[in-house]
Nanobody, 126 residues
Framework: QVQLVESGGGLVQAGGSLRLSCVAS????????MGWFRQAPGKDREVVAS????????NYASSVKGRFTISTDNAKNTVYLQMNVLKPEDTAIYYC???????????????????WGQGTQVTVSS
């Protein structure tokens, strides 16, 4: 079993930056892909970015492409989400997720992930 703990959320003004971290523990060798999702009030959970641990494949939602970057530190079992030029519409709870299936392309739907963190709130003020 993999456990995920997110951190780094907070309140920031529009145009600002935040970096989210997700530390994986437990059976981390069973995880082959990681993703960041977000859920705003009244909306479905949507993918923000995902990657395979191999680093070969990454995917981004069109709404964040060019502003957000997903990366890993394999030695620390940590996945990061660097968020720049934040907008009020980026306000949401951000979740880290892990998938055990060996994907050639980083998965982008929530149903492909088995393990989820508790989430971290990101609020962007205008």
């Amino acid at each position: 079993q993999v456990q995920l703990v997110e951190s780094g959320g907070g309140l920031v003004q529009a145009g600002g930056s935040l970096r989210l971290s997700c530390v994986a523990s437990g059976r981390t060798f069973s995880s082959n892909a990681m993703g960041w999702f977000r859920q705003a009030p009244g909306k479905d959970r949507e993918v923000v970015a995902s990657l395979t641990w191999s680093g070969v494949s990454t995917n981004y939602a069109s709404s964040v492409k060019g502003r957000f970057t997903i990366s890993t530190d394999n030695a620390k079992n940590t996945v990061y989400l660097q968020m720049n030029v934040l907008k009020p519409e980026d306000t949401a709870i951000y979740y880290c997720a892990a998938a055990s299936t060996l994907f050639a392309i980083a998965p982008i739907t929530r149903y492909e992930y088995e393990t989820w963190g508790q989430g971290t709130q990101v609020t962007v003020s205008s």
